[in-house]
Every structure is written in structure tokens, then in C-alpha cells.
């Protein structure tokens, strides 16, 4: 194939491109800001994530991915094609291009971003399961047939996959993840102090002092809001603990998935999962105790990623390095004009130009 081969990391919260022979060159949040009388795009990615709740009127900010899957088709399509047009430049062949998505997602859903992927640049574009390109990403692969486990907490859906021979073997995906703990916090103050507090806020409050078991010492970060009576800006603390128990339940239903995940495993893979151990990805691999807290769940010893952040835009890199691992799981780069091959889940084939 001509052109150079690029994996995206398509993720809730923010966006990251790996370059083959490069690494990973850009890591920006999935956000796009728009003039509202004219439509135009004003910023993308970190510029616009930064005007996100201080815009006036004529300004509106984006985020056009929910729950790990596009709701605003333009929005999207806009942030990719400024992203590969700041990494591709004048070349001369469209580049050939891998998006990871959610184990859950439908085949008319993956129809629309192998659409979307090519409509913003791509000669051909690729799917690969989100689960699968994580444990890449972690180091996980194996050809021999031996299981391990991993749980990949991003910023929409948190996904856990059984894998073994390169492939997945049982996974399930869930609409909790980093987002979901964000949103808990701002309820929880609002409920308990009558203060408002938006998503940025909540997101730092959850970075510093988050945790997913109670510290030993409690840890307290002063913060600003508004009042949800009087309208008047405040300033107050909030403790480790209160943000423990705003997430709590967060926190317990994905274990739950994690235990769910492991009681439809096969016995030799569930067994073989007891020696190798799970290991944690994405963002949330990062909450303090998380790993602890899986790992009394579940009692399998639990690791978290050595980057967990940036390990499924790694994981497509490998892929990318060795399109065998694609192949095995039942993918193939397609052009515009084959996107329409793919069949729906009823094993006949839709038509999402109808």
C-alpha cells in the first residue's frame, strides 16, 4: 500500500496519532470550537479545550465523541482532517490509516467511522477492538494460547477483554469510565454544598486527589465553584474522601464488570488469568488504589500499565508494524468505495448511503 500508515486512538476524551517509524507525535484533546453565527472553525484539540466553559455567545465549543463512539459526525470529521493535514502536509498519497473502537460497538457504527476516517483524508482506513489494541499497547500479546486480562478505563467506556493467541477471547464494554467519575463529583457538589462546578474542575479535582480505596492520609484541594442559590462565585475544600464516596459506586460497577468478565471465561483461560494477572489501561489505570481494589475483587493479582495512558495508540502501532494481528482478527484496510462490504450484525449487508 502507498502512503505512510498512521494509527488514531479515537478516544472520548482526547485524540492520539501514532506514526509509523515515529512513535506517537500528537496527543490533543477531542474538542473543536466554532463561530456560532458562521459556522467556522475557530480551534482544535488543546486550543479549544481551553476555552471549554469560558466562551461567550458566539463562540461554542464541542466535544463530538460520546460514551466511545461519534455523536457529531462534522465536528469529528473537522478535528481529524486539521490533524492530518498538520501531520501529512504535502504528501502525495493519502495514508493508510488504523482507528481503535469499542469492543460494543455495532456494524453500523463501525460503518460510520471507517466513513468518517476516509471522508477526512484517509486512502484506507481500518478498525481495530479497543481491548485488543490495549494489551498490544501493555505488551500483552502472545501467540501461544495462554490467557491474560485486560481492562482498559477511558474516558467514555471502560472495555475488558480476555485474550489469548493474539486474539480476544471474551470481552464486554461498559459506559462508565473517566467521564462518568467526573460527572459524579460535580453531583455530589451540588448535592452536598449547593455549589456548582464544571467539568474541568471536577476533571482536576479527580486527577489530584481521586482515589479508588481511602488514603491512609486524608489529602484536601481548595477549589472554586458557584453557588447554587445566591449565584455568587465561592471558594472551598473537598477532601480525598468525598471524592472516594462521590465514585464509589463508579468504581464498584466496573469491578463487578471485571468479575462478570471473569465468570464467562473458559476455566483453562480463567486459570491461566490467575498466573498472569489483569492489567489495567487508560486513564483511570491511574486513580490511586484502583489495582487494589480490582484485585480484592476479583483475587487475582492486578497491575497497572507502565503508560496506560498512551498504551492503545501504542497497541495500534503494533498492529500497524504487523498487519497479521488485523488479518487474525478479522480486519482489512478498505477504501471509500468498500466500506459498504461490511455486513450488519444479522449477517446481511446495510447500506448507510440508502
Known amino acids: 500500500m502507498f502512503g505512510i500508515n498512521i ?37 482544535v484539540g488543546k486550543r479549544a479545550y481551553e476555552m471549554f466553559g469560558r466562551t461567550p455567545d458566539s463562540i461554542k465549543v464541542i466535544k463530538p465523541l460520546r460514551n466511545g463512539v461519534v455523536s457529531d459526525f462534522t465536528a469529528t470529521r ?10 501529512c502536509r504535502n504528501m502525495v498519497f493519502k495514508p493508510n490509516i488504523v482507528v481503535c473502537v469499542p469492543s460494543s460497538v455495532t456494524s453500523l457504527e463501525k460503518r460510520t467511522i471507517l466513513e468518517l476516517v476516509t471522508a477526512s483524508g484517509a486512502g484506507r482506513a481500518c478498525l481495530i477492538e479497543e481491548p485488543l489494541a490495549a494489551a498490544l499497547g501493555a505488551g500483552l500479546r502472545s501467540d501461544k494460547p495462554m490467557g491474560t486480562m485486560v481492562v482498559d478505563i477511558g474516558g467514555g467506556t471502560t472495555d475488558i477483554a480476555v485474550m489469548t493467541m493474539g486474539s480476544i477471547s471474551v470481552s464486554h464494554s461498559i459506559k462508565c469510565a473517566g467521564n462518568t467519575f467526573d460527572e459524579s463529583i460535580m453531583r455530589q457538589i451540588r448535592r452536598e454544598r449547593d455549589i456548582l462546578i464544571g467539568e474541568r474542575t471536577a476533571e482536576n479535582i479527580k486527577k489530584q486527589i481521586g482515589c479508588a480505596q481511602l488514603r491512609e492520609v ?36 466496573i469491578a463487578d ?11 483453562e483461560l480463567a486459570a491461566d488469568v490467575l498466573t498472569t494477572g489483569i492489567y489495567l489501561t487508560g486513564g483511570g489505570a491511574l486513580l490511586q488504589g484502583f489495582d487494589k481494589m480490582i484485585e480484592e475483587k476479583t483475587g487475582v493479582k492486578t497491575y497497572a500499565a507502565l503508560d496506560p495512558l498512551n498504551c492503545v495508540a501504542m497497541g495500534i502501532g503494533a498492529a500497524i508494524r504487523n498487519p497479521a494481528i488485523l488479518f487474525d482478527n478479522g480486519e482489512t484496510f478498505r477504501t471509500a468505495d468498500s466500506i459498504g462490504e461490511i455486513k450488519s450484525d444479522n449477517g446481511k449487508e446495510d447500506n448507510i448511503y440508502d
Do not use: C, W
Not at 78 to 87: A, E, G, N, R, S
Open 7 to 43: 494509527g488514531i486512538d479515537l478516544g472520548t476524551t482526547s485524540i492520539v496519532v501514532y506514526v509509523e517509524g515515529k512513535g506517537i507525535v500528537l496527543s490533543e484533546p477531542s474538542a473543536a470550537a466554532y463561530d456560532t453565527a458562521t459556522g467556522r472553525l475557530i480551534a
Open 78 to 87: 473537522h478535528i481529524l482532517k486539521y490533524f492530518l493535514q498538520k501531520i
Open 218 to 253: 486524608e489529602l484536601g484541594l481548595t477549589v472554586k465553584g458557584k453557588h447554587y442559590i445566591t449565584g455568587m462565585p465561592v471558594a472551598f475544600e473537598i477532601t480525598s474522601t468525598e471524592v472516594f464516596l462521590a465514585i464509589r459506586q463508579n468504581l464498584e460497577l
Open 257 to 267: 464488570t471485571v468479575s462478570l468478565v471473569l465468570q464467562q471465561t473458559l476455566p
